[in-house]
């Protein structure tokens, strides 16, 4: 859920010039999975830091953790008090220190690089005649559907089916494949969140709602 100051015309000025400055987040780090690389956390934080200090732009990022997820709640502040604010909470499938940390760590580099706005880009530039990297375009699409995921995470987990296929239809069948193609140790689904895709209830409630034209995995 976003939560907005009474008044945001300032810090929408100033987001504005302060993404007319930002350049990409460099993709520097290593995916095994894909044999690629894409941007972490420190090279989007890199990617903000000055234009957010010139325009009078600050963060702040808090983890969250319950029985069932963890998560971040980011804050993006301008210096005239108004604010943006945001939580970006995942499930857990394990409660362990590494998973608990990794969750959170995913959730501060997605939830700060789509409220400011940062594209991914490959260290050569990521030129349109060259081949893509996988996970960077994953990451687009999640840009791109942050509030139909967050809605889809939200209801899969009180299986509140409906709901989810409400959300998942707000998708386009081409963002569907993208997202589905990711593995669920580095891509938006868990384990758990790609069962429940294939479950009978969360298919009864898509062709309920939209028949057999929704696109599917």
Not at 3 to 15: C, D, F, W
Not at 22 to 34: Q, T
Not at 155 to 169: C, D, K, S, V
Request: with cysteine; proline share 3%.
């Amino acid at each position: 859920m976003l939560e907005t100051s009474h008044e945001i015309e300032e810090l929408a000025t100033a987001l504005s010039k302060a993404q007319g400055e930002m350049g990409s987040a460099k993709a520097s780090a290593d995916n095994p999975f894909f044999k690629s690389k894409y941007a972490d956390l420190s090279e989007v934080i890199k990617a903000l830091k000055e234009p957010f200090a010139s325009n009078g732009l600050s963060y702040t990022q808090f983890p969250v953790i319950d029985e069932d997820g963890a998560g971040v709640i980011t804050i993006l502040m301008h210096s005239s008090g108004q604010f943006m604010k945001s939580t970006y909470f995942l499930p857990l499938l394990k409660r362990d220190a590494q998973s608990v940390g990794s969750c959170i760590t995913y959730a501060r580099r997605y939830a700060l690089q789509s409220i400011a706005g940062i594209p991914a880009a490959d260290d050569d530039g990521n030129k349109a005649s060259e081949e893509r990297d996988p996970m960077a375009i994953h990451d687009e699409a999640v840009r791109r559907n942050l509030m139909s995921i967050f809605a889809i995470k939200a209801a899969i987990g009180i299986e509140n089916w409906e709901t989810a296929a409400e959300a998942y239809h707000e998708m386009t069948n081409e963002d569907k494949e993208i997202l589905w193609r990711a593995p669920s140790k580095d891509g938006v689904w868990t384990t758990a969140e790609r069962s429940a895709f294939r479950c009978d209830e969360f298919n009864a409630a898509r062709k309920a709602m939209f028949g057999d034209n929704d696109g599917g995995n």
